[in-house]
């Protein structure tokens, strides 16, 4: 019975590089959840996808960052010349309807930027 | 703007000395609470969900309650595997999901 996964687990990139961070989530789920996590900090939401649709992505920046969730395949969370600012753990979740419904985590991929 | 708050940040607590955490939020139309847990260089582990006010929920030595203003994690005679971060969530319209920064707890044995 998988869960949320994520790969890979560490990335690191230079200044300037892309990121690539893929996310396959549950059986049966449709919905997926792109957060960000700096130490001690909380979980700041980035993007919201169900199947080939961006549902809101409020907290993701306009540049450089971008989300997809196809019909086949993982979800992808693709950073663009990444800055030293990228640097953080990013968290995948899923969810099986969205409405009310809690969100099972992946265990994250750390981002270093050198 | 949607905002969740948890305090305090970080407790610290002799084993079996019971205590609550506290999570409040200023949202505009909430559709559920979540708590979660997480362990370092984890993701966050499901732990409840509420829905309405007066609504309460149980396991094992964690319970949670929810008003309309605020929630609340009660541990009952913790034991040091309880220690992680507790988060607190909402979801709100759209099924936006926000979190606060959460309650870092140690139980010492």
């Known amino acids: 019975n998988a869960g949320v996964m994520q790969n890979p687990r560490h990335l690191v990139r230079r200044r300037g590089q892309e990121a690539r961070l893929r996310c396959s989530p549950m059986?049966?789920?449709?919905?997926v959840y792109w957060y960000r996590q700096l130490p001690e900090e909380g979980l700041k939401f980035m993007v919201y996808?169900?199947?080939?649709?961006?549902?809101?992505e409020s907290g993701m920046p306009k540049e450089r960052f971008s989300a997809e969730f196809p019909k086949e395949g993982p979800s992808i969370l693709r950073i663009q010349q990444v800055v030293r600012g990228d640097s953080a753990a990013y968290f995948c979740?899923?969810?099986?309807?969205?409405?009310?419904?809690?969100?099972?985590f992946g265990n994250g991929t750390r981002l270093t930027v050198t | 703007e949607d905002q969740v708050t948890q305090s305090p940040e970080a407790l610290r607590l002799q084993e079996g000395e019971s205590s609550s955490l506290n999570c409040s939020y200023t949202?505009?139309?909430?559709?559920?609470l979540f708590w979660y847990r997480q362990d370092p260089g984890k993701g966050p582990e499901f732990l409840f969900t509420?829905?309405?006010a007066g609504e309460e929920k149980e396991k094992e030595r964690l319970k949670a309650t929810l008003t309309k203003k605020e929630s609340f994690l009660h541990i009952t005679a913790p034991k040091p595997e309880d220690s992680a971060t507790y988060l607190c969530?909402?979801?709100?319209?759209?099924?936006?999901?926000?979190f606060g920064k959460g309650t870092r707890l140690h139980i010492l044995p």
């Open positions: 979740a899923s969810s099986l309807s969205g409405g009310n419904s809690p969100l099972h």
């Open positions: 059986k049966g789920h449709s919905h």
């Open positions: 996808l169900q199947k080939e649709n961006i549902i809101d």
């Open positions: 949202v505009s139309g909430l559709r559920g």
């Open positions: 509420l829905y309405s």
């Open positions: 969530a909402v979801q709100v319209r759209d099924d936006k999901i926000i």
